[in-house]
């Protein structure tokens, strides 16, 4: 089983940017990776996907033209690059490996492993 580590987040300003950084312990080439939040009182909630290759990529609306999913397999690294950051964006944000379901899945529950999160304060 993959372990997921994230690192990166903090407190900023809006409209600031901040890189999410998600290392595994082994190597995720058979993984799609994905990206969630969770906002205080709110449920868990899709964010991005990326394909096993890095070639193809999926968002929620809420994040398109701002947020930029990639990953390094060389590195067993996936990132998460935020900018124009605004309050609402504001959430413990987790990386999840995907190993058997169609990479663009957005539902939890299709995620294998996740990681710990890191949280993201925007202030306004």
């Known amino acids: 089983q993959v372990q997921l580590v994230e690192s990166g987040g903090g407190l900023v300003q809006a409209g600031d940017s901040l890189r999410l950084s998600c290392a595994a312990s082994g190597n995720t080439f058979n993984y799609a990776m994905g990206w969630f939040r969770q906002a205080p009182g709110k449920e868990r909630e899709f964010v991005a996907a990326?394909?096993?290759?890095?070639?193809?990529?999926v968002y929620t609306d809420s994040v398109k033209g701002r947020f930029t999913i990639s990953r390094d397999n060389a590195k067993n690294t996936v990132y998460l690059q935020l900018n124009s950051l605004k309050p609402e964006d504001t959430a413990v944000y987790y990386c999840?490996?995907?190993?058997?379901?169609?990479?663009?899945?957005?539902?939890?529950?299709?995620?294998?492993?996740w990681g710990q999160g890191t949280q993201v304060t925007v202030s306004s």
């Open positions: 999840a490996g995907n190993r058997y379901r169609p990479w663009y899945a957005r539902n939890q529950n299709d995620y294998d492993c």
């Open positions: 990326i394909t096993r290759s890095g070639g193809s990529t």
